[in-house]
């Protein structure tokens, strides 16, 4: 066998065509470097959002791969239809009369050749196509993929090594069909039918078959087996299908080439092996920590059209598990299949109370590249405001809230706080007393186990960080990767938490100088709204045609979400409204303080809401007594000149509260959690930074803007960072940001 090894060495090697052939694989290169340019120039002529919608070229081989295969296919063919074309095949089986034998003496030297050219090819076509795109490569995708990939990425350069051990791979393959076909343009029809036709075809089919045809292509076998994407395939059945072809057209050879009475022996001999080394892998490397969902899903009566909904019954008490449950609705985003499924992302609403259900039909859109690896769920939690459970309406309002000045007025503001809460929880005291985080934490657990995953994903938005901590205290184990996106922070300083609005009233007061269409531009608006907080404070300002008045306190609750979210640039609608409504307050009427918080609260002013009350005092955010609620108004008047007080407002709204506080603030477990992300804007920033900062290894981003929720509002560059460490658990640079388009 040796001997003839040999002979089938001597001839590949001495025909002065393979090499002429092999040289033909630099068209790879030059295609990859030529898409490489072409992608770099539509790059460069887009504004940054029309950038963030690109389509990753990845490690680049995808724009050359089908013409290397393509020489290396023609080349394992040639190295047996040549002998068919020229006659010399009956020389070689007079010297080799076991006729197998001198088709598998051919393997050793053509993958030997293969395998070394491949693997130059390979790295070749990555290095044009990542010079020629330059430091765009680098850019972050809406999807969490970057234009294009180094081979200092993960699972890059495994991709190109293993990309090159493809083509030797596809010369095999050639070979097989060669001898099957034993005709030279026979063959070479067969291999473009295989190489080209499939994959293109495979590429017009509706989402998400192209998908999954796609997968089963040879060419996109590399990037599955590394674990970087290219299919819905997992790794090690991607290799068993590879491995598969090879011996499948192999098989194919030897069955056509053998003596008549020898065909049936090869073929089965090559069919059980093809289907052994494809199908094995593909039962091993089933989706691991996943099983079975016991959620009956079914059509949303509201919301995206391919989303279902479920429901899932807990106990009201977790204390008692087998006491009396409730019902909750889970909503699902399934994935696409466009790539191989990694898990599941649970979205965990704000508010508190927020319909995370309602939340994913209304944002469907900013999860759509997530979904190709990921499902996503989200719940209507317990302390949902319009379950039914409570009344509604009460739940929808609650006392004016003010700033007392003795003690007295701190004991009567708890009376009305306390009588407010228990005109709600008269109707269901046990529900009413079981609406803290822990307890939505607990739901989202038994959501897991009903999932039957065996780790979740999370993107908690807003007061959703408070479930996510309790989550990550109660079952550390669970939590695959945790986003906190402009989450109130429970471990702050409420004083210091409020800086970021001073911040933006400096903004607000420096765009009123600018700005000519500023009601109060030419004056100097932190003396005019300081003078009007302290007149109202002394003498209350009333609304023009309304038994209602406004001290100072109440024009910065009134005004502080203004001064936070100003509205689009450049009119900033918002910052406009807010300094015709001080204007006016100046003259003595608040009427433009009353409107726009009517519009939003159908009250004249801000209502501490006992619906997010119910959440919030048995979460801890209360004072512990009135010396303490001393000890922070004198630090927030020292520290917050323009909005003193706002940091008040919802420990205020717990005096007197009812029930117990049953989730107080706790630290994370100091191991078991991995790294979590933080986002947030100039405002909430900090808070999601300092929550992560708390878990090794973590980082932050912050989107130098306004805003709130920056995920589930689109913000392109936040979604990037975001989708790339829930999808490959990377987390960016430390000082990383994200900027608004230009």
Known sequence: MIDVIASEWQKLRSLRSNLYLLACSVAAVLACAGVAFMIGRGFDNQSLQERMAFTSNGDGLGNGIAVAYFVFAALGALAITSEYSTGMIQTSLVAVPRRQVLLLAKVPGLAAVALVAGQILAFGMHAAAMAVLGDRAGQLLRDGQTLGTALSEPGVLASVVLAGLSMA??????????????????????????????????????????????????????????????GILPPAAAAGLLVAYVVAALTAGAVTIALKGRRIKALAVGTAAAVLVSAVPAAAAGSPGSGPSSLDWAACTDGAKDMRCASIEVPVDWARPAGRKIRLTVGLLPATGAERRI?????????????????????????????????????????????GVLPYD???????????????????LGRRNRAAAERCRAADPEFFDHLDSASVARDMEAIRVALGEEKLSFIATSYGGMPAIAYSRLFPGRVRAMVFDGTLNPYADRVQGRLPHEESFTRFAAWCAATTTCALHGQDVGEVWRALVARADRSPVPVRGERATYSGFDIKEAAAPSVISPGPEPEFPRWKELAEAI?????????G?????????????????????????????????????????????????????????????????????????????????????????????????DIVRR??????????????????????????????????????????VCRPPA
Not at 178 to 207: C, D, E, N, Y
């Open 583 to 591: 204007k006016r307050a100046a003259a003595g009427d608040a009427s």
């Open 394 to 412: 009460c739940l929808v309002s609650g006392p004016w809230i003010t700033l007392p000045d003795t003690r007295a007025e701190y004991a009567e």
């Open 343 to 387: 898990g599941t992302v649970f979205a965990v609403p704000g508010g508190p109370g927020a319909s995370g259900v309602a939340d994913l039909g209304t944002h469907a859109g900013s999860f759509a590249e997530l979904r190709d690896r990921f499902d996503v769920v989200s719940v209507e939690p317990r302390n949902t405001i319009d379950k």
């Open 695 to 736: 878990v090794p290894g973590s980082a932050a981003i912050q989107y130098q803007w306004y805003g709130h929720g920056l995920y589930n509002s689109g913000v392109p560059c936040v979604i990037g960072h975001v989708n790339r460490y829930l999808t490959s658990l990377r987390l960016p640079a430390q000082g990383t």
């Open 169 to 230: 791979a596809v010369a095999l393959i050639g070979l097989g069909v060669g001898a099957a076909i034993r005709s030279t343009p026979g063959a070479l029809v067969a291999l473009i039918v295989i190489i080209v036709v499939l994959p293109v075809v495979a590429k017009t089919l509706p989402r998400p078959l192209r998908a999954q045809a796609g997968s089963f292509m040879i060419e996109n076998l590399p990037l599955q087996i590394a674990g970087v994407g290219g």
């Open 593 to 689: 303080f009353a409107d726009y918080v009517r519009q939003s609260t159908k009250s004249l002013k801000v209502p501490s809401f006992t619906g997010m009350n119910m959440t919030h005092c048995p979460d801890g955010l209360g004072f512990r007594d009135y010396e303490e609620y001393r000890e922070k108004r004198r630090e927030g008047e020292r520290l917050l000149p323009n909005l003193a007080g706002i940091e008040l407002w919802h420990p205020l709204a717990c005096v007197g509260w009812p029930s117990p506080v049953t989730n107080p603030p706790a630290p994370l477990p100091a191991k078991g959690l991995p790294p979590y992300l933080g986002v947030g804007s100039w405002t909430d920033f900090d808070g999601a930074a």
